[in-house]
């Protein structure tokens, strides 16, 4: 039997785990989206705040997945359930590329008509976000394209806590020896990444000034 | 708002001096007055301190002691924002906003001062009239322009709200020889008809000539002298001398090694 034929029997099944993974995935960008992008914006205001924001995102980086499921086991409500679990997690490893990216794309704004706009008597939310924000959106929009591509694929291990997802498969064919499930797993979980590869791919360029 | 009784200086700088964090001295002890209504020429070369005197006026940049009056008031005391938007101001990389057409460019000091749609449109009609630019040009990006359009456009969006001062800093340095004669041509024009007190920094000493009333030569942070453009070329000042001559032989060598 081969895995597209796995694929096709299992369909309810399959889908079922790709809607939890996308489930996973979706709400961590969400969250990580509307704390990642404020966090960058307060560290272009505030650089003072840029090293101990930058160094927190980077060391959570830095912690194995599945040690970060075990750290947040103890948290009160969040333990409570794996899949929030999994969603804080998630979330927690798509800061980084949402901050730096906010970061150095408003940093990267031409420093003329940042000045012009200055000048001219815009007030800093003016300059933000008729200025700064949308010519850095293609840069914020590249951030949450790695951000997501980066959670879809360890959205996997959140399976090890129970929290569902395409990984289930993955470490089902893992105990089973069986290569077959372990595609089926794997298959549609690369599959996701491109789609969403591709996809954001095409709005930063939309959105990208130029 | 220029009202021609009113002979205070509309730009005052007493013993103002700017210092960077570490220390360095950018400029020093700069006494300077600009007229109502005048074009004052602010010359000098490279690090002299000319931008940084145009920075200070709108506040972009604030002097380490001394004291700037606008309008008779200390700058301490003008709100930034107003003070910056009865301010117009030309910088040469133009730095016009590239995700705007260029209608949304020149109409932003109205749109951020609160304008209702309508007025903005004509008075964006009008602006690009003035500045001798086609009025279907409104609806395109600032990179589908020419360098010498994107100036205008510069200009325009400088004078949208009619601001009662002009600060232009080296606004035609990155054209080329005949767009720069052109623009210099329709600053003088335009500057007869609206009668703005304008400061305007440039290395050139043929366009300080040009289009200043008054010159002010400035160098290492201070300023050397202030003299209409008459007064200019015949200063006795040795370093007013060292600008002319420079000129002078920089165009003599030019023509003697044409044509052999």
Same mark, same amino acid.
């Given at each position: 039997?081969?895995?597209?034929?796995?694929?096709?029997? /299992?369909?309810?099944?399959?889908?079922?785990?790709?809607?939890?993974?996308?489930?996973?995935?979706?709400?961590?960008?969400?969250?990580?989206?509307?704390?990642?992008?404020?966090?960058?914006?307060?560290?272009?205001?505030?650089?003072?705040?840029?090293?101990?924001?930058?160094?927190?995102?980077?060391?959570?980086?830095?912690?194995?997945?599945?040690?970060?499921?075990?750290?947040?086991?103890?948290?009160?409500?969040?333990?409570?359930? !794996?899949?929030?679990?999994?969603?804080?997690?998630?979330?927690?490893?798509?800061?980084?590329?949402?901050?730096? /990216?906010?970061?150095?794309?408003?940093?990267?704004?031409?420093?003329?008509?940042?000045?012009?706009?200055?000048?001219?008597?815009?007030?800093?939310?003016?300059?933000?976000?008729?200025?700064?924000?949308?010519?850095?959106?293609?840069?914020?929009?590249?951030?949450?394209?790695? !951000?997501?591509?980066?959670?879809?694929?360890?959205?996997?291990?959140?399976?090890?806590?129970?929290?569902?997802?395409?990984?289930?498969?993955?470490?089902?064919?893992?105990?089973?020896?069986? /290569?077959?499930?372990?595609?089926?797993?794997?298959?549609?979980?690369?599959?996701?990444?491109?789609?969403?590869?591709?996809?954001?791919?095409?709005?930063?360029?939309?959105?990208?000034?130029? | 708002?220029?009202?021609?009784?009113?002979?205070?200086?509309?730009?005052?700088?007493?013993?103002?001096?700017?210092?960077?964090?570490?220390?360095?001295?950018?400029?020093?002890?700069?006494?300077?007055?600009?007229?109502?209504?005048?074009?004052?020429?602010?010359?000098?070369?490279?690090?002299?301190?000319?931008?940084?005197?145009?920075?200070?006026?709108?506040?972009?940049?604030?002097?380490?002691?001394?004291?700037?009056?606008?309008?008779?008031?200390?700058?301490?005391?003008?709100?930034?924002?107003?003070?910056?938007?009865?301010?117009?101001?030309?910088?040469?990389?133009?730095?016009?906003?590239?995700?705007?057409?260029?209608?949304?460019?020149?109409?932003?000091?109205?749109?951020?001062?609160?304008?209702?749609?309508?007025?903005?449109?004509?008075?964006?009609?009008?602006?690009?009239?003035?500045?001798?630019?086609?009025?279907?040009?409104?609806?395109?990006?600032?990179?589908?322009?020419?360098?010498?359009?994107?100036?205008?456009?510069?200009?325009?969006?400088?004078?949208?709200?009619?601001?009662?001062?002009?600060?232009?800093?080296?606004?035609?340095?990155?054209?080329?020889?005949?767009?720069?004669?052109?623009?210099?041509?329709?600053?003088?024009?335009?500057?007869?008809?609206?009668?703005?007190?304008?400061?305007?920094?440039?290395?050139?000493?043929?366009?300080?000539?040009?289009?200043?009333?008054?010159?002010?030569?400035?160098?290492?942070?201070?300023?050397?002298?202030?003299?209409?453009?008459?007064?200019?070329?015949?200063?006795?000042?040795?370093?007013?001398?060292?600008?002319?001559?420079?000129?002078?032989?920089?165009?003599?060598?030019?023509?003697?090694?044409?044509?052999?």
């Amino acid at each position: 039997m081969n895995v597209l034929q796995f694929i096709i029997q /299992n369909r309810t099944e399959v889908l079922e785990l790709t809607a939890e993974h996308l489930w996973l995935v979706g709400a961590s960008i969400v969250l990580a989206v509307l704390i990642g992008i404020p966090l960058g914006i307060l560290i272009t205001r505030w650089p003072v705040l840029n090293k101990p924001v930058l160094g927190g995102a980077n060391i959570i980086q830095t912690i194995p997945s599945l040690a970060l499921f075990g750290f947040l086991l103890p948290a009160p409500w969040i333990g409570a359930r !794996a899949d929030r679990l999994a969603i804080l997690a998630l979330t927690l490893y798509a800061l980084l590329p949402l901050i730096r /990216n906010t970061y150095t794309g408003i940093k990267g704004v031409d420093r003329a008509v940042v000045e012009a706009g200055r000048g001219m008597g815009m007030t800093d939310r003016q300059l933000l976000w008729q200025v700064e924000f949308p010519l850095a959106l293609g840069v914020i929009i590249a951030g949450i394209r790695v !951000a997501a591509v980066i959670s879809i694929g360890l959205a996997t291990i959140a399976a090890a806590i129970g929290a569902g997802g395409l990984g289930e498969y993955i470490f089902r064919g893992l105990a089973m020896v069986n /290569n077959q499930v372990i595609l089926a797993g794997a298959i549609p979980a690369a599959s996701l990444a491109i789609l969403a590869d591709v996809s954001l791919g095409w709005l930063e360029k939309r959105l990208s000034p130029h | 708002m220029n009202d021609p009784y009113d002979h205070r200086p509309a730009i005052q700088f007493r013993n103002v001096s700017y210092r960077l964090d570490t220390g360095y001295e950018l400029l020093r002890g700069l006494n300077l007055e600009v007229q109502r209504g005048e074009t004052l020429v602010l010359l000098g070369r490279s690090g002299s301190g000319k931008t940084t005197t145009l920075k200070l006026i709108n506040r972009l940049l604030v002097q380490s002691e001394g004291e700037i009056h606008v309008d008779g008031r200390s700058i301490r005391e003008w709100d930034v924002i107003r003070l910056r938007r009865m301010t117009g101001y030309v910088i040469q990389e133009v730095g016009l906003f590239p995700h705007f057409t260029v209608a949304r460019n020149i109409g932003v000091v109205p749109q951020i001062e609160g304008w209702p749609a309508d007025r903005i449109q004509n008075r964006v009609r009008e602006l690009l009239h003035l500045v001798g630019l086609e009025p279907q040009l409104a609806s395109r990006y600032p990179r589908e322009l020419s360098g010498g359009q994107r100036q205008r456009v510069g200009v325009a969006r400088a004078l949208a709200a009619d601001p009662e001062f002009l600060l232009m800093d080296e606004p035609f340095g990155a054209l080329d020889p005949i767009t720069r004669a052109e623009l210099q041509r329709e600053f003088l024009a335009l500057q007869q008809r609206l009668g703005k007190t304008v400061v305007f920094v440039t290395h050139d000493l043929r366009e300080a000539l040009l289009l200043g009333t008054r010159i002010a030569l400035m160098e290492a942070g201070q300023l050397v002298a202030t003299h209409t453009p008459a007064e200019f070329m015949h200063s006795t000042d040795p370093l007013v001398a060292a600008y002319v001559d420079a000129f002078d032989t920089n165009l003599n060598a030019g023509f003697k090694r044409g044509p052999s």
